[in-house]
């Protein structure tokens, strides 16, 4: 064998492993998005049980504020609809709801000092405002995977390999504007 034919097949062994590494790379961003994914989902699934908890405890008080608390209710539904359907646009819409919802829930409640004090409520609450923090980390975490995995299979040379193995961009989970802007007092108490 000449020195030629050394040099070649050095080179295609080379180029072989570089495109093994790129695909496992991708694999593993893949799989980073799956995971960050499944952190989201538990979190969702937890403040999804505590949810009817913490109605069933404001409806014991809160008379005159149904509306209120279907709201919420509502929310939790399509929020679970949009969970099992793995839809990451609907989610984001529906925790957008959801979140208002419980804002008005708590800012409401304010009205009432007997519900306040309550101690399943004050748990309830606090549960559930660590759970709305520990998601909104989480999701912060699951759109850097995505967009991690989103840049490296539109990135040369890995789209040649992403394209070949059928590598899709994931969907970030986004939130409505009415979900990030504050919740309006004014408007709860007229």
Not at 84 to 102: P, T
Not at 155 to 175: G, T, Y
Request: glycine share 4%; net charge negative.
């Amino acid at each position: 064998m000449s020195i030629f034919s050394l040099v070649i097949i050095a080179l295609v062994i080379a180029a072989v492993l570089y495109l093994v590494v790129i695909y496992n790379q991708l694999i593993q961003l893949k799989h980073g998005v799956s995971k960050a994914w499944a952190n989201v989902d538990v979190l969702l699934r937890q403040r999804h049980d505590e949810l009817p908890k913490l109605v069933e405890v404001c409806r014991q008080y809160m008379n005159y504020e149904q509306e209120t608390l279907k709201r919420v209710m509502e929310a939790r539904a399509q929020v679970a609809g949009a969970q099992a359907g793995a839809d990451v646009e609907a989610l984001g819409q529906a925790e957008g709801s959801l979140r208002l919802g419980l804002g008005n829930l708590f800012a409401v409640a304010e009205n009432y000092p007997d519900l306040k004090a309550d101690q399943n409520f004050q748990y309830l609450q606090q549960r559930i405002s660590g759970l709305e923090n520990s998601i909104a980390d989480r999701r912060e975490f699951y759109n850097e995977s995505v967009n991690n995995n989103n840049v490296r299979i539109e990135q040369f040379p890995d789209v040649m390999i992403a394209s070949a193995f059928n590598f899709k961009p994931s969907k970030l989970l986004e939130f409505s504007e009415e979900e990030v802007r504050d919740v309006s007092l004014k408007e709860l108490f007229r």
